[in-house]
């Protein structure tokens, strides 16, 4: 495992420089490899040790980095220390690498791979909740909240896998105007069985009729202000027919979160914290921070100089609350319930200013475990249409998907017989989604391409797919060859040493997401081991090859499959084993 060389390294500069090996851990990062190009294996940079205070930060940094160099003795496990341009090279023991990678994998306990890595015990683990997805409920699932649903999903896994206890919660938008619209829009254009027919459908529809209505008719309006009203006052029977929309449209994302590989512990909305919210208004009553402007509504000063020149507002003129009064309800309720050491939020960056604005206020409130709340910003997806046109429900969009692959798939002559073929090309389409998203920068915008995202070859997810697919089937036909004795220093090739390199990243590219929620590290991360496995596939033959350095090699295949699988699923992609 790459602790045991960046242990050893650690051990070797602690002695010369008499210091805890731990401080060196952090400061050694794995050489980014470059295909047919033999490099070290490890790099430590003098400026990041003149930053922690080890070196003296004047002086010639050339010269301190040779002395260095020259001061540290090659081992048994390092056998090539040199000097670059402010940095030192370590090169360790190519049979040492290959046993103490890929020893795991054969004794079945290649799953903790990378997670066990020292470079975790400086990250804080505790509990982490997420919320993620939230649509509006009686409304049908809209594409634009898929974003929300994987990168939460995705940042879900990433915290559970380092060790952290996860709540994976969806903050449903079920409270407001648009249920005083839609419940008196039932009671104008409702039917019970096209309710129970195609509930979300149905809703949809009447939402759409009853809002055209109210834009002209007066009496509309004043129905849906009462419909509200009598929510607001817990009437039965106006909150029959909500709890009614409520759990329709559960069930129904229920079947569309299945098909995402997504779950949620919680199902939490806004009607939850309704009570709660007039008690934080009192609050901030009592401690003088809520104020009213001119406009005769409930704000609180967020200025620096206290002379009201950003305010946030938090009660209309009429006493009602707002999103953000009910978001801090919220935040103190969970707070209270879970005991969390962290929050993150996952939505669009136009929510940006209302997150911070959320924190300043908890924290004006006295609470300093708001200082623990992250929102997680993405941005918009462009030109997501469907062969019908525009798209507006994400249900479409994985129909498309799964049609556009399986149509791949029978056109393609290297598909194999497969019992479902369905359900291969819905993981397949729903993994190439998650790859085109998570390859840049979550804040940026990017634009929908179906032909690019569902490409074979390139960095796409039916790649990494296709990938993971021949490696199992490499390992299937050659089952029961690898129980015999591994011998790593059958592992000559550059090919293969190649590839050990790249794997001694993954515990630092995981660090990476883990301190950035972002996962274009993994993703890009297991692009590359993909292109480097179909070098291998060419170059390192296991059928016809001798029987021990068959056996090495396929050592080699099984430990990366291994990773692939595990880096897909922290992505939240279904791996597949046929395709």
């Given at each position: 495992?790459?602790?045991?060389?960046?242990?050893?390294?650690?051990?070797?500069?602690?002695?010369?420089?008499?210091?805890?090996?731990?401080?060196?851990?952090?400061?050694?990062?794995?050489?980014?490899?470059?295909?047919?190009?033999?490099?070290?294996?490890?790099?430590?940079?003098?400026?990041?040790?003149?930053?922690?205070?080890?070196?003296?930060?004047?002086?010639?940094?050339?010269?301190?980095?040779?002395?260095?160099?020259?001061?540290?003795?090659?081992?048994?496990?390092?056998?090539?220390?040199?000097?670059?341009?402010?940095?030192?090279?370590?090169?360790?023991?190519?049979?040492?690498?290959?046993?103490?990678?890929?020893?795991?994998?054969?004794?079945?306990?290649?799953?903790?791979?990378?997670?066990?890595?020292?470079?975790?015990?400086?990250?804080?683990?505790?509990?982490?909740?997420?919320?993620?997805?939230?649509?509006?409920?009686?409304?049908?699932?809209?594409?634009?909240?898929?974003?929300?649903?994987?990168?939460?999903?995705?940042?879900?896994?990433?915290?559970?896998?380092?060790?952290?206890?996860?709540?994976?919660?969806?903050?449903?938008?079920?409270?407001?105007?648009?249920?005083?619209?839609?419940?008196?829009?039932?009671?104008?254009?409702?039917?019970?069985?096209?309710?129970?027919?195609?509930?979300?459908?149905?809703?949809?529809?009447?939402?759409?009729?009853?809002?055209?209505?109210?834009?002209?008719?007066?009496?509309?309006?004043?129905?849906?202000?009462?419909?509200?009203?009598?929510?607001?006052?817990?009437?039965?029977?106006?909150?029959?027919?909500?709890?009614?929309?409520?759990?329709?449209?559960?069930?129904?994302?229920?079947?569309?979160?299945?098909?995402?590989?997504?779950?949620?512990?919680?199902?939490?909305?806004?009607?939850?914290?309704?009570?709660?919210?007039?008690?934080?208004?009192?609050?901030?009553?009592?401690?003088?921070?809520?104020?009213?402007?001119?406009?005769?509504?409930?704000?609180?000063?967020?200025?620096?100089?206290?002379?009201?020149?950003?305010?946030?507002?938090?009660?209309?003129?009429?006493?009602?609350?707002?999103?953000?009064?009910?978001?801090?309800?919220?935040?103190?309720?969970?707070?209270?319930?879970?005991?969390?050491?962290?929050?993150?939020?996952?939505?669009?960056?136009?929510?940006?200013?209302?997150?911070?604005?959320?924190?300043?206020?908890?924290?004006?409130?006295?609470?300093?475990?708001?200082?623990?709340?992250?929102?997680?910003?993405?941005?918009?997806?462009?030109?997501?249409?469907?062969?019908?046109?525009?798209?507006?429900?994400?249900?479409?969009?994985?129909?498309?998907?799964?049609?556009?692959?399986?149509?791949?798939?029978?056109?393609?002559?290297?598909?194999?017989?497969?019992?479902?073929?369905?359900?291969?090309?819905?993981?397949?389409?729903?993994?190439?989604?998650?790859?085109?998203?998570?390859?840049?920068?979550?804040?940026?915008?990017?634009?929908?391409?179906?032909?690019?995202?569902?490409?074979?070859?390139?960095?796409?997810?039916?790649?990494?797919q296709y990938t993971h697919a021949r490696l199992c089937s490499l390992i299937q036909r050659n089952e029961g060859m690898e129980a015999a004795t591994f011998q790593p220093s059958l592992l000559r090739e550059q090919t293969s040493t190649i590839i050990l390199q790249h794997l001694l990243r993954y515990d630092e590219v995981l660090y990476q997401s883990a301190q950035d929620l972002q996962p274009k590290h993994l993703v890009n991360f297991l692009l590359k081991l993909c292109h480097l496995i179909a070098s291998a596939h060419r170059e390192l033959p296991v059928k016809g090859s001798p029987q021990d350095v068959a056996q090495a090699r396929l050592r080699l295949f099984s430990g990366t499959r291994s990773v692939l699988a595990n880096g897909m699923r922290i992505l939240g992609i279904i791996p597949v084993n046929k395709m």
């Amino acid at each position: 495992m790459s602790c045991f060389f960046r242990r050893s390294i650690a051990a070797k500069l602690g002695r010369t420089l008499q210091q805890s090996e731990d401080v060196f851990i952090p400061a050694l990062t794995a050489v980014n490899v470059i295909k047919k190009q033999q490099a070290a294996d490890f790099r430590l940079s003098l400026y990041a040790l003149r930053i922690m205070g080890i070196l003296p930060s004047s002086g010639d940094i050339q010269l301190q980095t040779e002395t260095l160099a020259s001061q540290l003795k090659q081992d048994s496990v390092v056998e090539d220390i040199s000097a670059g341009s402010g940095v030192i090279n370590f090169k360790v023991n190519r049979r040492l690498l290959a046993e103490k990678l890929l020893e795991p994998f054969g004794k079945g306990g290649g799953d903790t791979f990378g997670l066990d890595s020292e470079l975790f015990n400086t990250l804080k683990r505790g509990t982490t909740l997420v919320e993620y997805s939230s649509p509006n409920i009686a409304k049908k699932f809209h594409a634009g909240h898929l974003r929300s649903t994987i990168i939460g999903n995705f940042i879900a896994n990433l915290k559970q896998s380092l060790g952290h206890d996860v709540i994976r919660m969806n903050y449903l938008g079920d409270w407001g105007m648009q249920f005083g619209l839609l419940g008196a829009g039932f009671g104008q254009f409702g039917c019970v069985e096209k309710l129970k027919e195609n509930p979300l459908q149905h809703l949809f529809e009447v939402y759409v009729r009853v809002n055209k209505e109210a834009e002209h008719k007066e009496d509309t309006k004043q129905a849906a202000r009462d419909f509200f009203r009598q929510l607001e006052q817990h009437e039965s029977q106006a909150m029959s027919l909500w709890q009614q929309f409520r759990e329709i449209t559960v069930r129904e994302y229920q079947h569309i979160y299945k098909r995402l590989g997504v779950h949620f512990d919680v199902y939490s909305g806004e009607s939850f914290h309704q009570d709660q919210a007039q008690e934080v208004v009192r609050l901030l009553q009592s401690r003088g921070l809520l104020k009213t402007s001119e406009k005769g509504t409930g704000v609180v000063d967020l200025s620096p100089d206290g002379d009201m020149s950003s305010v946030c507002t938090l009660l209309r003129s009429d006493g009602t609350t707002l999103y953000i009064t009910r978001d801090i309800a919220a935040a103190i309720d969970r707070k209270a319930k879970y005991c969390f050491d962290e929050m993150i939020y996952v939505t669009d960056k136009s929510q940006e200013h209302h997150f911070s604005q959320l924190f300043q206020i908890l924290l004006a409130m006295g609470h300093p475990w708001a200082g623990g709340c992250r929102h997680v910003p993405f941005g918009l997806v462009q030109g997501m249409k469907t062969r019908t046109g525009e798209v507006v429900f994400l249900e479409d969009v994985l129909d498309e998907a799964r049609a556009r692959m399986l149509h791949n798939m029978s056109q393609s002559n290297t598909t194999k017989e497969l019992e479902n073929p369905e359900d291969t090309a819905e993981k397949v389409g729903i993994g190439a989604l998650i790859v085109q998203d998570f390859k840049g920068p979550l804040l940026s915008d990017y634009k929908f391409d179906w032909d690019r995202i569902l490409q074979a070859q390139g960095d796409t997810g039916v790649f990494l797919q296709y990938t993971h697919a021949r490696l199992c089937s490499l390992i299937q036909r050659n089952e029961g060859m690898e129980a015999a004795t591994f011998q790593p220093s059958l592992l000559r090739e550059q090919t293969s040493t190649i590839i050990l390199q790249h794997l001694l990243r993954y515990d630092e590219v995981l660090y990476q997401s883990a301190q950035d929620l972002q996962p274009k590290h993994l993703v890009n991360f297991l692009l590359k081991l993909c292109h480097l496995i179909a070098s291998a596939h060419r170059e390192l033959p296991v059928k016809g090859s001798p029987q021990d350095v068959a056996q090495a090699r396929l050592r080699l295949f099984s430990g990366t499959r291994s990773v692939l699988a595990n880096g897909m699923r922290i992505l939240g992609i279904i791996p597949v084993n046929k395709m």
